[in-house]
């Protein structure tokens, strides 16, 4: 008897188990509970390949929620043009971070970061040497007639005095017309330039676009400098902890004026940066100000994107439209927010150019990517044998053709 129970007993486990399995496996190929099936077509379907709607691997559910049978629009080809006159290349001379193009009188108007010679990094010794290519850097600006020949103008925005937040380097502009006033914003760095260092925003403000530019004394935005450093070594990966996502720096600000307040988006890096499924722990987010000099307040659903070495963004469609360049498990692509923060993917595009600006006036409903027809990046030049630190950098001209105009000159 005992013997017909634990054969009875390992019959039922048996039984138990195939049909957890049984069940698990159908659950597996079952559609999503929260994903409705009534609001796709059959055309949908065949268009991604799916047989039957109620078998759906996790590639199909995913395809469907996001739209990958959708947003054709926004896909696209990025090309590349070399410049002339002062954007045209330039040994030993750092032409870089394009702003967005302003439309002005019959000019095109842009801000960039300038400066001279290589960089050295961190353990030259020489806390004077360069540490990047942007260190020691002034923001100038350029006018052009037709977008292709540049002529360099000046500085628009210079280093602060010694002891001033700025004193080392202000780099990385970006460019706001609103009304009837000009808004700089850009990066600062107070000497020494450490691995520690903290990065601030600063904004400079004008009348005119050749200036003259006024600085605000203090920046308009600052890391969190939450988290706490390991040890006294000047080394930004030893932390206790490393607080929230821009405990460290502030990058890339870009300024846009949108939903009757002023949007300030910018890139945090953390203490102890860490490497993600996409390379870089690099996330963005935004700061809300109802006045463009500020407050500006972090909104509380910071990070708003986990991805971006460098952001370009435009309005689209009433929302906040952008591209996204390296680092990330988003990058190269292009996302939307009808809201301006909760971004969705819409494209995956490749050979995204590095530090785009966008050329403002093209930015309009017509397409979602009218703003990427034709702008400027930077390319480095790189020295045989040398690292990127001891690189140049030139300002050039990117364009982007859609796939939908592409297959039709096809």
Not at 57 to 82: C, D, M, P, V
Not at 339 to 344: A, K, M, V, Y
């Amino acid at each position: 008897m005992q013997k017909i129970a634990k054969v009875l007993f390992s019959v039922t486990v048996l039984i138990s188990l195939v049909s957890c399995q049984s069940n698990d496996e159908q659950s597996k190929t079952q559609p999503d509970a929260k994903l409705d099936l009534t609001q796709f077509s059959e055309a949908d379907f065949d268009y991604l390949g799916i047989k039957d709607p109620q078998y759906l691997s996790a590639a199909s559910k995913r395809a469907l929620q996001r739209n990958y049978h959708q947003n054709s629009e926004w896909f696209g080809i990025f090309t590349k043009r070399k410049l002339t006159g002062d954007f045209a290349y330039e040994p030993g001379v750092i032409r870089r971070d394009p702003s967005k193009v302003l439309s002005i009188n019959g000019l095109y108007y842009t801000w960039y970061t300038k400066t001279h010679g290589p960089g050295y990094g961190f353990d030259s010794g020489d806390p004077e040497l360069k540490v990047f290519p942007w260190d020691k850097s002034e923001i100038w600006y350029a006018t052009s007639s037709d977008g292709f020949h540049w002529t360099e103008q000046g500085i628009a925005v210079g280093r602060g005095k010694p002891g001033a937040f700025d004193d080392r380097s202000v780099f990385t502009p970006e460019i706001l017309q609103h009304k009837d006033k000009f808004y700089l914003v850009y990066q600062t760095i107070k000497a020494p330039y450490l691995n520690r260092s903290y990065n601030q925003v600063g904004m400079a403000i004008a009348d005119n676009a050749n200036g003259p530019w006024e600085k605000l004394a203090k920046p308009i935005l600052e890391p969190s400098e939450t988290g706490e450093w390991l040890g006294q070594q000047d080394n930004r990966f030893l932390v206790k902890s490393q607080g929230e996502w821009d405990s460290h720096k502030v990058h890339d600000p870009t300024l846009m004026y949108f939903n009757n307040k002023f949007y300030l988006y910018y890139k945090g890096e953390r203490k102890g940066e860490k490497t993600t499924m996409g390379g870089r722990e690099i996330r963005w987010g935004v700061a809300i100000a109802d006045n463009p000099q500020g407050p500006y307040i972090k909104s509380p659903y910071n990070p708003i994107t986990h991805s971006g070495h460098e952001l370009a963004v435009w309005h689209y469609n009433g929302g906040i439209a952008m591209i996204s360049c390296k680092d990330g498990p988003e990058k190269e692509t292009i996302q939307y927010a009808k809201d301006g923060i909760n971004f969705e993917i819409m494209a995956v595009v490749d050979n995204v150019p590095d530090a785009i600006g966008l050329v403002d006036e093209l930015a309009d409903n017509t397409s979602p990517t009218s703003a990427l027809n034709w702008g400027l990046y930077h390319e480095y030049v790189i020295p045989e044998g040398k690292s990127w630190l001891q690189g140049d950098n030139y300002i050039a001209r990117f364009s982007f053709i859609s796939k939908n105009n592409l297959r039709k000159s096809l």
